[in-house]
């Protein structure tokens, strides 16, 4: 008898693309490749600038606060002297005159302090402020001198007390035009935390460290010591 032979069906080949797909498929893959390398690149370039951002304004405020620091100790130590017993008014004339210039050198360095850009009101506030220590511890310095030609205690202590009101004034200025300015600016940059020296990110400083002494009722008892 005849053999029947049955052939088995080959599964169907599948369609090739058309010759022109495979280079365009490849040309759209490196094109999301490079999309992909353009946006990781751009936030890497935003996280480096953000960073660059925070050292900057955190340099600065560091330098402030060294500068704020000792003019607050400068402070202190005019509140030694005022209150010390036994100062002869010579000795006293020449220790506020020593203060004043040493609060002048604070001055000099607030000068060479470059701000970040939107921080430069609040820079020439300090460097405002700091003149002002000056002009107030000259200014007390010359009155405590003047004292020695008046016999009238009340005129004298009106005298030492409208310097103070300048040392007083300082510390208005420090706060309202630079430390909550700055604050608000820093909060608007979205920088937080401390400075580089551990300290508050926007120092403060205070020259006098009670209103008190700016009265001529504290002045009149410095004058009658």
């Known amino acids: 008898q005849p053999r029947i032979i049955r052939r088995v069906p080959r599964p169907p080949t599948p369609p090739r693309p058309p010759a022109g797909i495979t280079p365009l ?19 890497w370039i935003q996280s480096c600038q953000a960073s660059s951002k925070t050292k900057t ?6 330098k402030i606060s060294e500068i704020a620091s000792a003019s607050q ?4 130590q005019l509140s030694q002297v005022l209150l010390a017993p036994g ?18 050198l604070d001055v000099e360095r607030a000068r060479g302090i470059t701000p970040p850009g939107p921080l ?36 004298a202590a009106s005298a030492l007390a409208a310097q103070m009101q300048r040392l007083l004034a300082s510390d208005v200025i420090w706060d309202d035009s630079f430390k909550d300015p700055a604050q608000a600016e ?18 403060d400083s205070n020259v006098l460290q009670t209103s008190e002494l700016a009265t001529s009722s504290a002045m009149s008892q410095i004058v009658q010591r």
């Open 25 to 43: 498929l490849r040309l759209v893959g490196l094109i999301a490749l490079a999309i992909l390398i353009i946006v990781l690149l751009v936030f």
């Open 57 to 62: 304004y955190k340099s600065y405020m560091t």
């Open 73 to 76: 100790q400068t402070g202190r």
């Open 87 to 104: 100062t002869k008014r010579p000795q006293l004339q020449s220790q506020i005159a020593g203060l004043a210039r040493h609060e002048q």
């Open 120 to 155: 430069r009101d609040e820079q020439q506030a300090v460097i405002q402020a700091l003149e002002y220590r000056v002009s107030g511890l000259n200014g007390l310095a010359s009155a405590l001198g003047l004292t020695t030609s008046t016999k009238n205690t009340t005129k």
């Open 186 to 203: 820093l909060k608007r940059q979205g920088i937080t935390g401390t400075n580089d020296r551990g300290g508050p990110l926007v120092p």
